[in-house]
């Protein structure tokens, strides 16, 4: 059975919502994962943080006005005036949860509860239509399978269990119907993958269930070679290899959630994105297989933070970088790209919740210097590091951009280097002008 993403864009009306029926039914058996109708996360968002800040009348009245946008679209999806009432009751059911939250205040729980409501809506919503339309469809909710664990991290086995028990007792149907993004965690509360998420769930359920190929629908007709909203003529790319894709996807290809590469790859699925606005487009696939040796494409990843650690001591000495390591490691913070001299050490990290005490910690080996608002471009290929004069050419291209760091040689697929934000726009042009050509 192949599983289909469909994005927010793809489901965020009527009329593309009946467009997104109209193309999953051509009597294929297949798992739908939807995420929430386009700008309805934003909103679940501000209706939490203002909750978070205490101002529980403005979090009432953006709830509000919500919940009338979604009346509207429930008069308008349906022609039955029972399916009407249904969907009515979808409605009051997750706006009712909000209002509940609202009641309580903020906590954490609260705010992801709120979150999850997109998704609970949206494929309710559809549901109805299916099965108005006369489609054999049945409602997964992700909820009763899809797990993270106390570290945060998806499940795997957990959910390949929880999935089949949950189709077992769902039974038969042309077509399966779930949530993307949500999930319980590992204290059984609600909880999410991440803004983005529904493109991870779609790949953790088709590793689960050993899918023949996962389908990422969305508003563009494929990877692109250089991230379009920065960059004009960037170009589709046909195919990538697991690896590449991963790469720009971690480094902030937006198309995809960092990790959704990932299941896929552990169980060699194909992974297929296509447009829902130009269906017949074959897309990009992505597979185990080598897209041939070259640049393929690049993508920024912004909000990072590098830190610089300078030693005296580092100089001949061993066990300082383990050290240094020992840090993050001990406030379980990733480090994204390192650089070396004999006397210094640069670390890049995305997530700053603990940056303070990491700092306090770090202090005791050196000089600490930080640099927030920077990006990461990442220039991805096959064997690009190994190709003769490919240095070169990447600083040639980047020529006249202050660049603080480059790591270069770590993996044969990935060349990156560490720009200050504002130059982002600048590097993602310089790259399409002068190297991806
Ligand atoms: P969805 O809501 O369907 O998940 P997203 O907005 O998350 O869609 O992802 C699709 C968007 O990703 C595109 O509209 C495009 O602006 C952006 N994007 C960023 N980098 C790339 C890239 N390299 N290739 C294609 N799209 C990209
Ligand atoms: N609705 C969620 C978000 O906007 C998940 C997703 O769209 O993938 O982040
Ligand atoms: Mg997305």
Request: hydrophobic share 40%.
């Amino acid at each position: 059975m192949k599983v289909l993403k469909f994005g927010g864009t793809s489901v965020g009306s009527i009329e593309n919502m009946n467009a997104v029926m109209d193309l999953i039914t051509n009597g294929e058996k297949k798992l739908v994962v939807l995420s929430a109708m386009s700008g309805t996360t934003n909103a679940l968002v501000e209706i939490a943080d203002y909750l978070d800040k205490k101002n529980k009348d403005v979090a009432r009245t953006q709830t509000h006005k919500l919940e009338k946008k979604y009346k509207e679209i429930v008069s308008g999806l349906f022609k039955d005036q029972d399916r009407i009432k249904e969907g009515g009751k979808v409605i009051k059911k997750s706006f009712d949860a909000i209002r509940a939250c609202i009641s309580k205040g903020y906590s954490d729980a609260a705010e992801k509860e709120i979150l999850a409501q997109g998704e609970l809506i949206s494929t309710a919503l559809f549901t109805q239509l299916m099965l108005e339309n006369g489609y054999n469809t049945k409602l997964l909710p992700a909820l009763d399978f899809m797990r993270i664990d106390s570290e945060k991290a998806a499940d795997l086995r957990a959910i390949r269990e929880n999935i089949q028990e949950v189709l077992d007792k769902a039974g038969d149907a042309d077509y399966y119907i779930t949530q993307g993004f949500i999930c319980r965690n590992a204290d059984g509360e609600i909880d999410n993958l991440q803004r983005g998420g529904s493109d991870y769930t779609a790949s953790l359920i088709g590793a689960a269930i050993k899918s023949k190929e996962v389908q990422i629908w969305t508003d563009i007709d494929g990877f692109h070679n250089n991230d379009p909203r920065f960059v004009e003529n960037t170009k589709k790319i046909e195919q990538l290899s697991f690896n590449e894709a991963a790469e720009l996807a971690y480094f902030g290809a937006k198309i995809l959630h960092p990790q959704t590469v990932l299941p896929a790859k552990l169980e060699n699925i194909p992974v297929r994105l296509k447009n829902t606005m130009n269906p017949t487009d074959s897309g990009t696939l992505i597979t185990a297989d080598s897209s041939g040796e070259g640049i393929k494409a690049v993508a920024a990843k912004d909000g990072i933070t590098a830190i610089k650690i300078r030693s005296y001591r580092m100089l001949m000495a061993y066990g300082f970088l383990k050290s240094i390591f020992e840090v993050f490691e001990s406030f379980k913070t990733p480090i994204d790209m390192i650089s070396t001299s004999e006397v210094a050490v640069s670390i890049t990290i995305d997530n700053t919740k603990r940056l303070d005490l990491i700092l306090k910690e770090l202090k005791q080996f050196g000089e600490v210097e930080v640099d927030q608002d920077q990006s990461i471009i990442c220039i991805v290929g096959d064997i690009i590091a190994e190709e003769k004069g490919f240095a070169a050419k990447v600083f040639n291209a980047l020529e006249g951009i202050p660049i603080r760091m480059i790591s270069y040689g770590g993996s044969r697929y990935n060349i990156s280097v560490l720009v200050p934000t504002i130059q982002k726009q600048r590097t993602l042009q310089a790259l399409s002008k002068n190297l991806l050509k």
